[in-house]
Every structure is written in C-alpha cells, then in structure tokens.
C-alpha cells in the first residue's frame, strides 16, 4: 500500500457490530480514496470487486468458486468475481464491474462504491490485480453464474476473522508447499492473492488474520 494512501487501522473487532450503518462506516473508512483509476498501463493487469452487503450475521461479502478449467492456474479456486482488463476498459475499476455483470449477473451500478485496497502482484503469472469494494443495498441479489463459475458464496466478515477457520493448506498445484488459508463451507478454502486481499482488507480494520505457523 502507497504511503500516501495508507490509513490507521478503525479498530473493527470482529463479529456483528450493533448496526450495520456502523460496519458500513467502518468499510468506508479503510478503502483508499482514488474511486476513479488512471487509464491502464501497459502489462498484464486484472480487476475484483469486493461486494459487501447487510446480511444475517453482519456484514458478508460475496466469493466465487472459479470453474474448473484445464490449463486456467486459477482453476476452483475461491476468488473475486472479476478479470483481465480489456482495451474497452476505461479504468480498471470499468473492469471490475463489467467482469461482475458477466460472472454472476450481478450490476454493481446501485451499489455505494467504497475505494480501493492495494495493487497485488501474482506469483503463477505476472499481473497487477485491483479490488475496488462496493456495498450493495437492499436484499440478497439472486445471482446467476456464468460458465466461468461454479459456485457463489456470501461470507460473514465475523466467519472471515475467526481463527477457528484458519488452516495451512496444502495447494493441489503445489501439494508439497503449506499455503495460510481460510476454511469455508466444507472443504473449501480462500488462499493464494484472494487471502492476500483480505489480510490487506483485515489489517485496515484493525483486525490482522492469523494462521497457524
């Protein structure tokens, strides 16, 4: 993160908070502030959106399950809805919203745009990734996968943050390695850049991920 864009951390604590006005305030305090990106420089970029919204159990956020595909090195894995950026992106936020309506149907337009966390760069290939958060009013959106997902998941923050989930996993790609993750329905798990955003988001929420050495 950009010294000029870095912000102390809010002091969230984990858990439902006492309204969801208050966690909202919260997620709006930790994005940094650029919400329209410069055009896209050369070299291989991507684009996420973080979609936050009311749920339940406090604020959850929206995860994809990836398609199993062969030669895709992102293959089942729990992700963002987004993707590469394309010529006819304006901005990488353009792609990040665009990559959402074709996922999963879902059209970001009513949704309060948060800001940005910070750029990631991948390990597998080289590519710069952005996630831009958006909090979505109103019910659960029925959501409609397109061939690239197979599955969508909405997660509690609160299930997010526990330790209880927290696990070494061991990667089918790279099964002699130990990767952190997070544990979710079943034998899923968030690991690889997608945890790396969230320990970016966590660690701005005063709330840093641990994982088990």
Known sequence: MADEHRREPVGWA???????????????????????ASPVPPGARAAVAAVFRDGEHGSEMLFIERARREGDPWSGHMALPGGRVDPVDEH???????????EVALD????????????????VRPITV?????????PRPALQPNYEVADTLWIPLSEL????????????????????GIAIAGDRVIWGMTLRMLQDLFTRLGRPLAFPA
């Open 161 to 180: 943050a526990d330790p209880r989930h927290a696990v070494a996993y061991n990667a089918p790609m790279r099964p002699r390695e130990t990767f952190p």
């Open 92 to 102: 990488a936020m353009a792609t990040a919203e665009r990559e959402t309506l074709e």
């Open 14 to 36: 984990g858990g439902p908070l006492r309204s969801a006005g208050m966690e909202l305030q919260f997620l709006r305090e930790v994005f940094d502030d650029h919400l329209t």
């Open 130 to 138: 952005s996630a831009f958060g958006y909090w979505l009013p109103g």
């Open 108 to 123: 970001l337009a009513p949704a309060e745009r948060l800001g940005k966390l910070a750029d990631l760069h991948g390990g």
